[in-house]
């Protein structure tokens, strides 16, 4: 159980890093939207992400779960890149 532990304290680091390098680049989308005059919200992509990602989930409980997962990310790069928007 202990190993198992460690596992997961390294796979939320490497999550964290993602995540970050992810704002990174939601990040520069939101300065060139905002230099575009573009909207925030394209939900075209969202869509596109979120059924190009569960798709690659094979786990009939998992491919249920995984979305919800994915919507969060979504979400919250929208708020992130609102926020950047308003300075």
Not at 13 to 31: G, Y
Not at 46 to 69: A, C, H
């Amino acid at each position: 159980m202990k190993n198992l532990r460690k596992e997961i304290d390294l796979l939320d680091d490497e999550m964290l890093e993602l995540f970050l390098k992810r704002m990174e680049i939601v990040k520069k989308i939101a300065l060139e939207k905002k230099a575009l005059g573009l909207e925030i919200l394209n939900q075209d992509r969202e869509q596109e992400i979120l059924t190009r990602m569960t798709n690659k989930v094979d786990d009939q409980y998992l491919s249920g779960l995984y979305p919800k997962f994915i919507v969060n990310i979504i979400e919250i790069s929208r708020i992130y890149q609102e926020l950047l928007m308003k300075e």
